[in-house]
């Protein structure tokens, strides 16, 4: 079955189809909201979540389809010394589609070793953030009318951040896109992500000046500093607020900047930048429903998608 555990599984092409297919899904809801009837939807996030989970949760009850599962590694047998593999095998049985949210990186690549229904990548570790990805170029398709030829910056904990990772590599394929990575130097993307946006010829700067950087941009990519990945607090204190958009940052941004964050944001965004309609997250947040609705119902009905 298809499973979607990295955000280069899908081709542009069915990126596309997925976007087209949400934007129709917003566009005219009754349409979809009993195609996924008597289909259920597992939950296993091992890890806190607001957005994901409860938006995968809306998509699947926005189609008719209902859901189970469980928001923290206490609440399930994992507590117990459960090991993943087994915990998938079971649930495979009481539902449809899955979707995991896990700290070990390539946890849902190995869930879907073993799983018999189609398994989506929900957040692994430091690793991979997939449907963040596709809400993150949805919004960005939806807002700024095409991937292409586009500068993007990209600002915070780009060590860390799944988001970063799965998303700058989706953009890396567009053409004409180039990418300003702002970061402290302690907290630059890993080798491998390096190498990878090599290899598939990205043009793309590393820098540590976040106000000469947005300039140019047109899409302002901020994220959290990742605490939770921090072997100790004192690293993390000394770089949390390195980067803060204020309004008077965003005054060096040009006119129609869009301004994205995956949140939860901590205090790298200031609350005076939500009333400036350049700042995009929380009409992003929402996309993530659709988008998500548009996965689950391409991952069990079929459709243009061989992830
Ligand atoms: N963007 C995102 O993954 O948010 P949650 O951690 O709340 O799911």
Not at 184 to 191: G, H, N, T, V, Y
Request: glycine share 8%; charged share 25%; net charge neutral.
């Amino acid at each position: 079955c298809k499973h979607l555990c990295h955000s280069l599984d899908l081709s542009l092409e069915e990126l596309d189809y997925l976007f087209n297919l949400a934007k129709e899904m917003k566009k005219n809801p009754a349409k979809y909201s009993n195609s996924l009837a008597g289909h259920i939807l597992g939950t296993l996030f091992f890890e806190p979540s607001t957005r994901t989970r409860l938006s995968f949760e809306s998509a699947m009850l926005r189609l008719g389809g209902q859901v189970l599962g469980f928001s923290d590694s206490d609440q399930s047998s994992a507590k117990k010394g459960e090991g993943l593999w087994d915990t998938v095998r079971v649930m495979d049985g009481y539902c449809d589609i899955m979707v995991i949210r896990h700290p070990k990186e390539g946890s849902s690549l190995l869930a879907s070793e073993y799983s018999q229904v189609p398994v989506i990548n929900g957040g692994d570790g430091g690793h991979q953030h997939p449907t963040q990805t596709l809400t993150d170029l949805f919004t960005i398709v939806t807002e700024k009318g095409s991937l292409e030829n586009k500068n993007f910056a990209f600002v915070g904990d780009l060590k860390h951040g799944r988001t970063v990772h799965s998303t700058l590599l989706a953009l890396a394929r567009y053409k004409g896109n180039k990418f300003t990575l702002i970061s402290p130097s302690e907290l630059k993307i890993p080798a491998y992500l390096r190498e990878q946006l090599t290899k598939m010829g990205a043009e793309f700067e590393e820098s540590t000046d976040l106000k000469s950087a947005i300039s140019d941009a047109d899409v302002l990519y901020s994220t959290r500093i990742q605490k939770e990945r921090f072997f100790n607090e004192e690293d993390y204190l000394k770089l949390k607020d390195n980067y803060i958009i204020n309004n008077c940052v965003l005054s060096h941004g040009k006119k129609d900047m869009l301004v994205l964050h995956p949140l939860p944001r901590v205090n790298e965004i200031s609350i005076e930048v939500d009333s400036d309609p350049r700042a995009g997250f929380f009409r992003q947040a929402k996309l993530g429903v659709y988008i998500r609705m548009a996965l689950i119902h391409t991952l069990i009905k079929g459709g243009h998608t061989n992830a």
